[in-house]
């Protein structure tokens, strides 16, 4: 056991088996001045060749491998080193952000420019070239045994060289079917694929009516059929 004192008030208690702890000021690894916080460690050198902190699973005993609390007790962020998953169980959380919304869960600042660019502030993936998979993002109003959910997609075409944004609710059943698609000449289908055989129109198809609105990129002609009411236009 190691023990130091400042007049009669234990200041460092370091013990081989039982709790060890530093009372008062604060602690420096790896800096030997400029220590302004409970606990700084800094790096050996401007490169890394090890980590700076390292926290590693043990068993199943349910604890949480990392876990920070605020001062009323509640849990700001988990790490399950056995279950490889992380929480932010209260709170906003930021990504580039200097100030949160209070209503928003998770807050990005990116930086503006053209969206014909790389400059958007979310960015994701599941790489895959097969023909009408790809990546989505999954919302939900759902309660109890209420199913409110919508998925807004981006699916690969058959080419596996260009793709399609889809859109998708929820409205009972196993699966959670395409209701619009965006094709990538821009071509729109509601309830329906719009035809490749239009390649060279501008296209908004709605099935079940069949409905058809063209347009050719050379504006040669426009045109409308309406099958249900037997007009053209």
Same mark, same amino acid.
């Given at each position: ?50 980590? &700076? ?5 043990? $068993? !199943?005993?349910? *604890?949480? /491998?990392?876990?920070?609390?605020? %001062? #009323? ?63 989505? &993002? ?5 309660? $109890? !045994?209420?199913? *409110?959910? /919508?998925?807004?997609?981006?699916? %690969? #075409? ?74 053209? *236009?």
């Amino acid at each position: 056991r190691l023990l130091m004192k400042s007049v009669n008030t234990v200041k460092v208690d370091i013990q081989a088996n039982g709790d060890s702890y530093f009372n008062g000021g604060n602690v420096g690894i790896g800096v030997a001045s400029g220590i302004d916080a409970n606990l700084r460690i800094d790096a050996n050198s401007a490169t890394l060749t090890q980590e &700076i902190l390292k926290v590693k699973g043990g $068993g !199943s005993g349910g *604890a949480y /491998g990392f876990l920070v609390e605020a %001062n #009323n007790g509640d849990d700001l962020f988990k790490v399950n080193t056995l279950s490889y998953e992380s929480y932010f169980p209260n709170g906003n959380v930021g990504i580039g952000a200097t100030s949160l919304q209070p209503w928003a869960r998770l807050q990005v600042a990116g930086t503006a420019g053209a969206q014909t660019e790389a400059k958007q502030a979310l960015y994701v993936t599941s790489p895959s070239t097969t023909a009408g998979e790809g990546v989505g &993002i999954r919302m939900s109003a759902a309660s $109890g !045994s209420n199913e *409110a959910v /919508g998925i807004i997609g981006m699916v %690969n #075409n058959a080419s596996g060289n260009s793709g399609s944004m889809t859109f998708h609710t929820y409205n009972g059943g196993a699966d959670i079917p395409e209701r619009m698609r965006i094709d990538n000449l821009g071509n729109v289908g509601i309830r329906t694929i719009p035809q490749t055989t239009l390649a060279d129109f501008c296209t908004i198809e709605i099935g079940n009516i069949g409905m058809i609105m063209s347009e050719k990129a050379d504006s040669q002609y426009n045109s409308m059929f309406v099958s249900s009411n037997a007009y053209y *236009a």
